[in-house]
């Protein structure tokens, strides 16, 4: 840890001193700083970005977390995930998401986003289990690429994400059949051989949904490759529905060249999805109604006062980001682009960043050359990431260490292999090569 407390990287200690009046600085909940297993039992997301979500019937819950757990200060919980790894050696990886708090990531074999941690996992095919810290998407793809015999483990069965759970598999089955309406057969093929639309799903899904895309002749995309996915739809047909981040979508798309009139928005409790027919018909990206909530707080207002504030600043928010945010920023791009971005500067920089907190205070420290802040000024991590508390952590592991398994997430064969075939076309899916 950072000798200075500026440098901090752990957003737990920084709410601490907020809710004991030692900080000035703002948080969106106080109830951040308690125990995420206060929330087990209580409906909704939890305390965080996306405390105001509608949380779906039947998302998981975590039962109760042991006490021991509960009650133990942060230096016995370190010891005990430190002691319970190395009892379990190679059959072991634990796995932690950029978004994560710093007491996890921190006994991470590997950190990254969730495609790169997902395809980590399958370096180590001997590993009989594979720790998530990160959420239920992320945990099912994990599943989805690692080997039959792997058991991967989410350590907080509440650790959902609010995007993913904004397209649900009959939504998005019903709205197929009302395109199909509006649009004719959607698997025939025109005179050009483009069939009428091509449904593409971001990472940030369930993997009913990734199944479903993949049944339809559809692919997955992350932020890092949006834009080549979306040509390799736009060469197989008419238009592209688009879920679950309508903003990934939008910025995407309009950055290739798609006007914001051929992009109407799919809201799934209205008909046609509030679009009407002719506006379908000459859509060329159907956006779902879907946002991540962390990246909705971002705003102009926040570029324009670090612009005044911050001479020469450079600011870079990720794609989740609302157009107008994207638009008013120098960059955008990944989680691993800013990461890189940071990295590759030579000389001291001042950098405002637009994504989760973890990772900009996580920068912010091993970067200390550069001024890094985070662009919302108030302290918001992701509800749901911040559901894994180290407590959490240990007792997956101890428990591992007693031959038990607890939290495993499994994807069922019906939907493991369709979505598969829509990963394989994600990975197989290159840019285009410039000629001339
Ligand atoms: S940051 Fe947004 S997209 Fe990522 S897990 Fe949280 S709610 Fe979901």
């Given at each position: 840890?950072?000798?200075?407390?500026?440098?901090?990287?752990?957003?737990?200690?920084?709410?601490?001193?907020?809710?004991?009046?030692?900080?000035?600085?703002?948080?969106?909940?106080?109830?951040?700083?308690?125990?995420?297993?206060?929330?087990?039992?209580?409906?909704?997301?939890?305390?965080?970005?996306?405390?105001?979500?509608?949380?779906?019937?039947?998302?998981?819950?975590?039962?109760?977390?042991?006490?021991?757990?509960?009650?133990?200060?942060?230096?016995?919980?370190?010891?005990?995930?430190?002691?319970?790894?190395?009892?379990?050696?190679?059959?072991?990886?634990?796995?932690?998401?950029?978004?994560?708090?710093?007491?996890?990531?921190?006994?991470?074999?590997?950190?990254?986003?969730?495609?790169?941690?997902?395809?980590?996992?399958?370096?180590?095919?001997?590993?009989?289990?594979?720790?998530?810290?990160?959420?239920?998407?992320?945990?099912?793809?994990?599943?989805?690429?690692?080997?039959?015999?792997?058991?991967?483990?989410?350590?907080?069965?509440?650790?959902?994400?609010?995007?993913?759970?904004?397209?649900?598999?009959?939504?998005?089955?019903?709205?197929?059949?009302?395109?199909?309406?509006?649009?004719?057969?959607?698997?025939?093929?025109?005179?050009?051989?483009?069939?009428?639309?091509?449904?593409?799903?971001?990472?940030?899904?369930?993997?009913?949904?990734?199944?479903?895309?993949?049944?339809?002749?559809?692919?997955?995309?992350?932020?890092s490759n949006a834009r080549t996915v979306l040509e390799w739809a736009?060469?197989?047909?008419?238009?592209?529905?688009?879920?679950?981040?309508?903003?990934?979508?939008?910025?995407?798309?309009?950055?290739?060249?798609?006007?914001?009139?051929?992009?109407?928005?799919?809201?799934?409790?209205?008909?046609?999805?509030?679009?009407?027919?002719?506006?379908?018909?000459?859509?060329?990206?159907?956006?779902?109604?879907?946002?991540?909530?962390?990246?909705?707080?971002?705003?102009?207002?926040?570029?324009?006062?670090?612009?005044?504030?911050?001479?020469?600043?450079?600011?870079?928010?990720?794609?989740?980001?609302?157009?107008?945010?994207?638009?008013?920023?120098?960059?955008?791009?990944?989680?691993?682009?800013?990461?890189?971005?940071?990295?590759?500067?030579?000389?001291?920089?001042?950098?405002?960043?637009?994504?989760?907190?973890?990772?900009?205070?996580?920068?912010?420290?091993?970067?200390?050359?550069?001024?890094?802040?985070?662009?919302?000024?108030?302290?918001?991590?992701?509800?749901?990431?911040?559901?894994?508390?180290?407590?959490?952590?240990?007792?997956?592991?101890?428990?591992?260490?007693?031959?038990?398994?607890?939290?495993?997430?499994?994807?069922?064969?019906?939907?493991?292999?369709?979505?598969?075939?829509?990963?394989?076309?994600?990975?197989?899916?290159?840019?285009?090569?410039?000629?001339?």
């Amino acid at each position: 840890m950072s000798s200075s407390p500026l440098l901090d990287p752990s957003v737990d200690h920084a709410l601490q001193l907020i809710v004991t009046g030692a900080s000035t600085e703002e948080t969106c909940a106080t109830d951040l700083a308690a125990g995420p297993w206060n929330f087990d039992t209580v409906p909704g997301y939890g305390p965080g970005s996306s405390m105001g979500d509608v949380i779906p019937t039947g998302a998981p819950r975590q039962g109760e977390l042991p006490a021991s757990y509960r009650e133990a200060a942060e230096p016995e919980l370190h010891e005990r995930i430190r002691a319970a790894k190395a009892a379990l050696g190679e059959r072991v990886v634990v796995l932690g998401h950029f978004y994560q708090r710093e007491e996890v990531v921190q006994h991470a074999d590997y950190v990254g986003d969730s495609f790169q941690l997902a395809t980590a996992a399958k370096e180590h095919p001997d590993a009989e289990a594979i720790v998530f810290c990160g959420v239920h998407f992320m945990a099912e793809t994990a599943d989805l690429l690692s080997g039959p015999d792997q058991a991967v483990i989410l350590p907080n069965l509440a650790a959902g994400c609010s995007m993913a759970d904004m397209a649900s598999i009959d939504q998005v089955e019903e709205c197929w059949e009302q395109l199909a309406e509006v649009l004719g057969p959607l698997d025939a093929p025109d005179a050009d051989g483009l069939v009428p639309v091509i449904p593409v799903t971001y990472m940030n899904s369930s993997a009913a949904i990734k199944g479903f895309v993949g049944r339809h002749g559809g692919i997955v995309c992350t932020s890092s490759n949006a834009r080549t996915v979306l040509e390799w739809a736009f060469a197989r047909g008419r238009r592209v529905l688009f879920f679950p981040d309508q903003h990934l979508g939008r910025n995407t798309a309009k950055a290739m060249g798609v006007p914001l009139s051929e992009m109407p928005l799919w809201n799934p409790r209205r008909p046609l999805g509030g679009s009407s027919a002719a506006e379908l018909q000459d859509s060329r990206v159907i956006l779902w109604h879907g946002f991540c909530s962390v990246h909705r707080r971002f705003t102009v207002a926040q570029i324009d006062q670090a612009r005044a504030a911050h001479a020469g600043v450079r600011v870079i928010v990720h794609p989740e980001c609302p157009m107008e945010v994207v638009d008013a920023a120098d960059e955008a791009g990944s989680t691993d682009f800013i990461r890189r971005a940071i990295d590759a500067a030579t000389e001291p920089t001042t950098f405002a960043i637009g994504t989760e907190i973890n990772l900009v205070r996580r920068l912010a420290a091993q970067y200390p050359q550069h001024e890094i802040f985070c662009l919302d000024p108030v302290v918001c991590p992701c509800s749901t990431m911040y559901r894994i508390h180290p407590g959490y952590l240990a007792w997956v592991l101890e428990e591992l260490v007693a031959g038990r398994t607890p939290n495993r997430i499994t994807v069922t064969a019906d939907v493991a292999d369709p979505a598969r075939v829509a990963l394989e076309r994600m990975l197989a899916a290159r840019p285009p090569v410039a000629v001339g």
